[in-house]
């Protein structure tokens, strides 16, 4: 049973019983926690995300528990106003929303991964992490401004034609002092008190993604972020250079921009450090921007080294694309990496709530790579859409075949007349 709020986590957790084997290839199934079903929020819905994962194939469930610096668990360190929102149960494992959820899954078949979103924090100023850190936590641009300073997290009016922020929110600087271990603490803590878990989804890994895309800082030109002071007098100490700042000070540019990248991945290893610790065998997974070179350049994102460090044990590539022939392009290029086997490929399938068959088509168009599993973006947006929901479904392995068509009955024999001979095949036929 999780801890009483207020109470501290318990220094160890007993072993779980063993989790399903992963299935190969995966299915997964991201389930928002502000989306319309609200289903920690809701016990009457529960029943319907459980029989649509088993409808869509599903093996696994990413239910976002952690967003904006609030907690829909039971926790000591976020703002635990949603958690106290959601729903209580009279049966094991003590009434708590997600600990039941995760029960009832696992009596399914179904693995479930605690979503969080680690380096964004919304629009929320007022999260427990930044009132204990201070403004320093979050991130500053190459003028010295920081987020909290931009109208509504997003670049200034008089700047929009040239850029913007593509999400705007308040996000977290990985590289200042107290955010990595404040952040690792809090997933740690999740993992403690819902040991039945089957995984940790990182999502918001990255530094914001600025528009108009530009492939690192060294030209000099449109905007970064990384730049408060501690975090340039931390890059100043280690590396005994000065950090770039504003457009008259670009030296050093390439350096700064491997140091912010070997910041973010320095933090996946903290994290993942920390929860492997609490929760021996807990799944290590990110979702990521599917393009390698933008993810590693313009959001020092290095999922692929991620993977190679084992700091996390498989990739989500968010590939939400309508251009059918880029989503061609990107999946087989994401198929042929070394990697292809941890890979599970986010599919934006709320894109074609009015056009299911397109959905069906990209859902195919992967799994016809045997190695790529799959992940449905969201239970949400496929719930709402019926035709959607039903089209996903016969992609399922486990959908029945089409029935075939009842022969047409017999003509009558009669004597056969002479035929010419068949065609010869074209050259090369089999």
């Known amino acids: 049973m999780p801890a009483q709020p207020g109470e501290p986590a318990p220094a160890e957790t007993a072993a779980p019983p063993a989790l399903p084997a992963l299935a190969?290839?995966?299915?997964?199934?991201?389930?928002?926690?502000?989306?319309?079903q609200r289903v920690l929020e809701r016990a009457d819905h529960v029943p319907g995300l459980l029989a649509d994962a088993k409808a869509l194939g599903v093996t696994d469930l990413f239910v976002q528990v952690?967003?904006?610096?609030?907690?829909?668990?039971?926790?000591?360190?976020?703002?635990?106003?949603?958690?106290?929102?959601?729903?209580?149960?009279?049966?094991?494992?003590?009434?708590?929303?997600?600990?039941?959820?995760?029960?009832?899954?696992?009596?399914?078949?179904?693995?479930?991964?605690?979503?969080?979103?680690?380096?964004s924090l919304s629009k929320n100023a007022e999260a427990p992490?930044?009132?204990?850190?201070?403004?320093?936590?979050?991130?500053?641009?190459?003028?010295?401004?920081?987020?909290?300073?931009?109208?509504?997290?997003?670049?200034p009016e008089a700047e929009r034609k040239s850029y913007r922020v593509g999400t705007p929110a308040i996000y977290l600087d990985p590289a200042a002092p107290g955010v990595a271990d404040r952040l690792a603490a809090i997933f740690e803590e999740l993992l403690r008190r819902y040991p039945d878990l089957a995984g940790l989804h990182l999502d918001y890994i990255r530094y914001p993604d600025v528009l108009p895309y530009l492939?690192?800082?060294?030209?000099?030109?449109?905007?970064?972020?990384?730049?408060?002071?501690?975090?340039?007098?931390?890059?100043?100490?280690?590396?005994?250079?000065?950090?770039?700042?504003?457009?008259?000070?670009?030296?050093?540019?390439?350096r700064f921009d491997a140091w912010r990248r070997e910041q973010l991945s320095g933090l996946v290893a903290t994290i993942a450090a920390r929860a492997r610790a609490?929760?021996?065998?807990?799944?290590?997974?990110?979702?990521?921007?599917?393009?390698?070179?933008?993810?590693?350049?313009?959001?020092?994102?290095?999922?692929?080294?991620?993977?190679?460090?084992?700091?996390?044990?498989?990739?989500?590539?968010?590939l939400y694309a309508k251009d059918e022939r880029l989503f061609r392009y990107q999946v087989d290029e994401l198929a042929g990496l070394p990697e292809a086997a941890r890979l599970w490929i986010g599919l934006g399938s709320w894109l074609f709530?009015?056009?299911?068959?397109?959905?069906?088509?990209?859902?195919?168009?992967?799994?016809?790579?045997?190695?790529?599993?799959?992940?449905?973006?969201?239970?949400?947006?496929?719930?709402?859409e019926?035709?959607?929901?039903?089209?996903?479904?016969?992609?399922?392995?486990?959908?029945?075949?089409?029935?075939?068509?009842?022969?047409?009955?017999?003509?009558?024999?009669?004597?056969?007349?002479?035929?010419?001979?068949?065609?010869?095949p074209p050259a090369g036929a089999p």
Do not use: K
Not at 83 to 102: F, K, M, Q, V, Y
Not at 248 to 254: Q, T
């Open 66 to 119: 952690y967003r904006g610096g609030r907690a829909w668990f039971d926790s000591t360190l976020a703002d635990t106003a949603p958690w106290h929102a959601t729903w209580r149960s009279p049966e094991p494992p003590g009434g708590d929303a997600l600990a039941t959820l995760i029960a009832r899954a696992r009596a399914e078949g179904l693995r479930v991964h605690a979503w969080v979103n680690v380096l």
């Open 215 to 254: 492939p690192g800082t060294r030209f000099g030109v449109g905007l970064s972020f990384g730049y408060g002071a501690a975090t340039r007098a931390r890059f100043q100490a280690e590396t005994g250079l000065e950090a770039p700042f504003a457009a008259e000070r670009i030296g050093n540019a390439e």
């Open 353 to 384: 709530a009015g056009e299911p068959a397109r959905a069906v088509a990209q859902t195919q168009l992967v799994t016809g790579h045997e190695a790529l599993g799959v992940a449905f973006f969201s239970w949400d947006s496929i719930h709402d």
């Open 129 to 155: 992490l930044l009132r204990e850190l201070g403004a320093g936590a979050v991130l500053t641009d190459q003028w010295g401004r920081s987020l909290l300073d931009y109208p509504d997290y997003d670049v």
């Open 24 to 36: 190969a290839p995966p299915r997964a199934l991201w389930v928002l926690c502000e989306g319309s």
């Open 386 to 424: 019926p035709a959607l929901r039903d089209a996903l479904a016969t992609t399922a392995p486990s959908a029945p075949a089409p029935e075939p068509a009842a022969p047409e009955p017999a003509a009558p024999q009669e004597s056969p007349a002479p035929t010419a001979p068949a065609p010869a």
């Open 278 to 318: 609490a929760r021996p065998g807990v799944q290590l997974s990110a979702a990521v921007y599917p393009d390698v070179e933008r993810a590693y350049l313009g959001l020092y994102q290095d999922w692929r080294g991620w993977l190679e460090a084992g700091s996390i044990d498989f990739a989500v590539p968010m």
